[in-house]
């Protein structure tokens, strides 16, 4: 009955939007029902939860709200500071049995014996672990501002020296292409090569591996007539490697073509920047085409190497087959990879070693690449034209030995607007120096270490289909 009674005064103060009205009518049937017995009702007493705060300065409440505001953010700011561990100002005392103690400055506890400065002040003192998370926030931030540096210079260098993929202005179009072999079908789309008696015909295709770059085909004719290989790029070392670390030659590497009028052809820029690319990759120029895979910098961490090294890595072809269709058309076959092998320095310059360990960090990211070859060349369109780049090397190989019969525009449509060799023969390494910190702690004294370490990273595209 008393609940009944108290709700319908509930609602008949809600009704007249009358909340105090509300509160009071609620207190008095508590008052009520207490005098008459019906319980104590300790959750609500006006001695031990009174509406106000004796202690509370009637200054504090007449203040504006918006100082108030202001000097409460600034008061958590404050707290935000402290708990992450940043030094506060002014020296840190306290009172300990009767003896005045200096404080660490980041977490207000005593010093004892070994502390160290937190500023140029002597007094201003702080625990080795506490100086070690300070000094770990300057060198972050250091690192951060030396990253934005780093990527502005880098980023001039590229434009430059014309590094970086233009798929739209690098890739030939077969439409094109066709039309200088004078083709009946001129496929705006993909291409492929059917036989037709002793020679060949274009034919337009839906099936991917098929396809072939017909100006790729016919730069990869041209030195299969003349030079009886396939084409070669490598990054090289300038002087061998025999330059100095601290001079402008040892980040400079020369591009090295075979033969050398593939400078400056769509064939020679896709290995160029297709062997550019994976360097970038392999030292964590950008992020991974894979979730879980690590660049060499991550491996060497993991294993804890910090040492100098230099290395070669190359694209090679593992695998390379031709096949036939049943309606006669030709489908080169392979299965392509990375492989890597260290370098160290001889008489005559960098030579490789006698022996690459399985566990050097360039050789298991170049495992880790050839495993996801095609996953990647599906995220990566330099890597992919590069493998076109080996499929129509496949192909050149098998018109040439098999006596087809091709006309003299085969051999020449891709030679038609090249640069004729005219490009910058002289690229930067942009990945070649890293520099390691390291903050150690040991019974409460602290040690740095920081030093920049080199790594050469050279080597190329040569497909190896012989």
């Not at 705060?53 to 404050?78: C, F, H, S, W």
């Not at 002597?122 to 931030?141: S, T």
């Not at 970038?280 to 992020?287: A, I, K, N, P, T």
């Given at each position: 009955?008393?609940?009944?009674?108290?709700?319908?005064?509930?609602?008949?103060?809600?009704?007249?939007?009358?909340?105090?009205?509300?509160?009071?009518?609620?207190?008095?049937?508590?008052?009520?029902a207490?005098?008459?017995g019906?319980?104590?009702?300790?959750?609500?007493?006006?001695?031990?939860?009174?509406?106000r705060?004796?202690?509370?300065?009637?200054?504090?409440?007449?203040?504006?709200?918006?100082?108030?505001?202001?000097?409460?953010?600034?008061?958590?700011?404050?707290?935000?500071?402290?708990?992450?561990?940043?030094?506060?100002?002014?020296?840190?005392?306290?009172?300990?049995?009767?003896?005045?103690?200096?404080?660490?400055?980041?977490?207000?506890?005593?010093?004892?014996?070994?502390?160290?400065?937190?500023?140029?002040?002597?007094?201003?003192?702080?625990?080795?672990?506490?100086k070690?998370?300070?000094?770990?926030?300057?060198?972050?931030?250091?690192?951060?501002?030396?990253?934005?540096?780093?990527?502005?210079?880098?980023?001039?260098?590229?434009?430059?020296?014309?590094?970086?993929?233009?798929?739209?202005?690098?890739?030939?179009?077969?439409?094109?292409?066709?039309?200088?072999?004078?083709?009946?079908?001129q496929?705006?789309?993909?291409?492929?090569?059917?036989?037709?008696?002793?020679?060949?015909?274009?034919?337009?295709?839906?099936e991917?591996?098929?396809?072939?770059?017909?100006?790729?085909?016919?730069?990869?004719?041209?030195?299969?007539?003349?030079?009886?290989k396939?084409p070669?790029?490598?990054?090289?070392?300038?002087?061998?490697?025999?330059?100095?670390?601290?001079?402008?030659?040892?980040?400079?590497?020369?591009?090295?073509?075979?033969?050398?009028?593939?400078?400056?052809?769509?064939?020679?820029?896709?290995?160029?920047?297709?062997?550019?690319?994976?360097?970038?990759?392999?030292?964590?120029?950008?992020?991974?085409?894979?979730?879980?895979?690590?660049?060499?910098?991550?491996?060497?961490?993991?294993?804890?190497?910090?040492?100098?090294?230099?290395?070669?890595?190359?694209?090679?072809?593992?695998?390379?087959e031709?096949?036939?269709?049943?309606?006669?058309?030709?489908?080169?076959?392979?299965?392509?990879?990375?492989?890597?092998?260290?370098?160290?320095?001889?008489?005559?310059?960098?030579?490789?070693?006698?022996?690459?360990?399985?566990?050097?960090?360039?050789?298991?990211?170049?495992?880790?690449?050839?495993?996801?070859?095609?996953?990647?060349?599906e995220?990566?369109?330099?890597?992919?034209?590069?493998?076109?780049?080996?499929?129509?090397?496949?192909?050149?190989?098998?018109?040439?030995?098999?006596?087809?019969?091709?006309?003299a525009?085969?051999?020449?449509?891709?030679?038609?607007?090249?640069?004729?060799?005219?490009?910058?023969?002289?690229?930067?390494?942009?990945?070649?120096?890293?520099?390691f910190?390291?903050?150690?702690?040991?019974?409460?004294?602290?040690?740095?270490?920081?030093?920049?370490?080199?790594?050469g990273?050279?080597?190329?595209?040569?497909?190896?289909?012989?």
């Amino acid at each position: 009955m008393f609940a009944e009674e108290v709700h319908a005064s509930l609602q008949e103060a809600a009704l007249g939007k009358l909340g105090q009205d509300a509160l009071r009518i609620y207190g008095k049937r508590l008052d009520e029902a207490r005098e008459a017995g019906k319980g104590e009702f300790p959750c609500f007493s006006r001695r031990s939860c009174s509406l106000r705060n004796p202690a509370v300065d009637d200054t504090i409440l007449k203040r504006d709200a918006g100082v108030l505001r202001v000097e409460i953010a600034r008061d958590m700011a404050q707290q935000d500071r402290t708990a992450a561990g940043a030094p506060r100002e002014g020296r840190a005392t306290m009172v300990l049995d009767g003896e005045t103690v200096l404080l660490c400055q980041c977490c207000r506890l005593p010093v004892g014996e070994l502390a160290y400065a937190s500023g140029e002040s002597n007094e201003e003192l702080m625990h080795g672990e506490c100086k070690a998370q300070c000094m770990l926030r300057e060198m972050q931030a250091d690192e951060r501002e030396r990253k934005r540096e780093n990527q502005d210079l880098k980023q001039a260098r590229r434009e430059e020296f014309d590094i970086g993929w233009q798929a739209a202005e690098t890739i030939p179009q077969n439409a094109v292409s066709a039309r200088k072999l004078g083709s009946a079908v001129q496929p705006q789309g993909m291409a492929c090569l059917a036989i037709e008696g002793d020679s060949v015909r274009v034919a337009a295709t839906l099936e991917p591996a098929a396809a072939v770059n017909l100006e790729y085909l016919s730069i990869a004719l041209q030195v299969r007539r003349t030079e009886g290989k396939e084409p070669l790029f490598s990054l090289d070392p300038i002087d061998n490697g025999k330059a100095a670390a601290d001079t402008e030659e040892a980040s400079m590497q020369f591009k090295r073509f075979e033969p050398e009028w593939l400078a400056g052809t769509s064939v020679g820029e896709v290995m160029f920047q297709a062997d550019y690319h994976l360097k970038e990759l392999s030292f964590g120029e950008y992020d991974q085409p894979v979730v879980g895979m690590k660049s060499c910098f991550e491996h060497s961490e993991l294993d804890g190497e910090d040492s100098e090294w230099s290395a070669r890595e190359w694209f090679v072809v593992r695998k390379a087959e031709m096949h036939i269709s049943g309606d006669q058309v030709l489908i080169p076959y392979l299965k392509m990879g990375v492989e890597a092998r260290e370098q160290v320095v001889g008489d005559d310059g960098l030579e490789d070693a006698a022996i690459t360990r399985p566990d050097h960090p360039l050789v298991m990211y170049a495992d880790v690449f050839t495993h996801n070859f095609d996953l990647i060349a599906e995220r990566k369109s330099v890597v992919s034209q590069l493998r076109e780049v080996a499929k129509a090397s496949i192909l050149a190989k098998y018109l040439i030995e098999s006596g087809t019969v091709l006309g003299a525009p085969w051999f020449s449509v891709g030679m038609e607007g090249s640069k004729g060799g005219v490009c910058c023969l002289e690229v930067p390494q942009l990945w070649n120096d890293r520099c390691f910190s390291k903050i150690s702690l040991k019974d409460g004294a602290l040690k740095t270490d920081s030093a920049p370490k080199m790594h050469g990273l050279y080597g190329g595209g040569g497909f190896w289909v012989d």
